[in-house]
């Protein structure tokens, strides 16, 4: 039987190795009437300036209420996506409904200076008419190209560098801003990344954890930082949890900072209320260091 564990507030489920293939084929057919349905939403976590700490922008994070299964995790919703050929349309779709909720919630984002970053995955950047498809969404909403942000990860830019840096000028052209997310997870290196016109580098959770490591994997930060900055990108540190990071990552030079610190993932409305305002820390917030407080 599947079972469900308990991960803070909310359950994922969680299947176990034999009931895994069972559940894809499961997710994979439920899919379209989720998206249709509107099991599949977004949550919204805000981006804060380290300078200023004003509340600069917000990452789009999908989530998936199963009727059955309860809350499914986007790493594993996003995999059979892939995997059964739904990424494009569920890609698009995720698209469109970040652009509404965030131009519906936000009217005044331009004169606020706000952002609106979106992940984007393997299939949809493989994909020829990827970026006819980033055009056309944008044409279709009026969203100002300059607001919107696009995730990709090291994997996306490295497999085929060639095309991939085509794509990532012509996203440019656009007007829309980029990220390489996850940043240090994958096989590039800074070096590789240079053939790219990227605006920002995402350091991964994993690396401001480390942080509390002393000065070994502080030095790692470091040296990120300065490269990044030497190739003209500017820095967002992910999953910053604690005073401490952040004061680390402001002296290091990192310019924003996104994680539990400053705000989980929220309903569009939530974020609205908080966006362009100075950011709060949470008060007495405590790091629980296991993975337990993913929401
Ligand atoms: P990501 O893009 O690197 O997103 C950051 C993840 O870290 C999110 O997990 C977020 O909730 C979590 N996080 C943020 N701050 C903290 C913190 O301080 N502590 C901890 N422990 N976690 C923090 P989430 O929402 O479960 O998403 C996981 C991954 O799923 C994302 O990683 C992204 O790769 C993928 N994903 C989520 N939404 C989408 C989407 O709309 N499209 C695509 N293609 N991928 C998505
Ligand atoms: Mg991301
Ligand atoms: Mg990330
Ligand atoms: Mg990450």
């Not at 709060?280 to 629980?288: D, E, F, I, S």
């Amino acid at each position: 039987r599947a079972k469900t564990e308990a991960r803070g507030s909310l359950r994922y489920f969680t299947p176990s190795l034999q009931e895994a293939a069972q559940t894809r084929a499961k997710l994979a057919s439920a899919l379209p009437a989720a998206m249709r349905e509107g099991q599949i939403f977004l949550l919204y976590q805000p981006l804060i300036d380290l300078q200023s700490e004003a509340v600069i922008g917000c990452e789009a994070l999908a989530r998936w209420k199963h009727p059955e299964l309860g809350m499914v995790s986007p790493v594993q919703f996003i995999a059979v996506a892939e995997e059964t050929g739904l990424i494009g349309e569920l890609g698009l779709y995720i698209l469109h409904r970040a652009i509404r909720d965030f131009a519906g919630a936000i009217p005044d984002a331009g004169s606020k200076n706000l952002t609106l970053s979106v992940n984007l995955s393997f299939g949809q950047f493989a994909e020829s008419e990827f970026v006819d498809s980033i055009r056309g969404a944008l044409d279709a909403t009026g969203f100002p190209p300059e607001r919107l942000e696009l995730e990709l990860t090291e994997t996306m830019l490295a497999l085929e560098p060639e095309r991939a840096s085509e794509t990532t000028r012509a996203l440019s052209a656009l007007g829309c801003k980029l990220a390489i997310d996850d940043f240090g997870t994958g096989y590039s290196s800074l070096a590789q990344l240079r053939h790219f016109s990227v605006d920002y580098l995402k350091i991964d959770r994993s690396f401001v954890v480390d942080l509390e490591g002393g000065e070994g994997p502080q030095a790692v930060v470091r040296a990120a930082i300065a490269m990044a900055h030497s190739l003209g990108m500017a820095i967002i540190a992910e999953g910053v949890e604690t005073l401490e990071q952040a004061e680390f990552l402001r002296s290091a030079g990192a310019e924003v900072v996104q994680g539990y610190l400053y705000g989980k993932p929220m309903p569009i409305e939530d974020f609205a209320a908080m966006a362009g305002e100075i950011a709060k820390p949470l008060a007495g917030y405590r790091p629980t260091h296991s993975a337990s407080r993913r929401l």
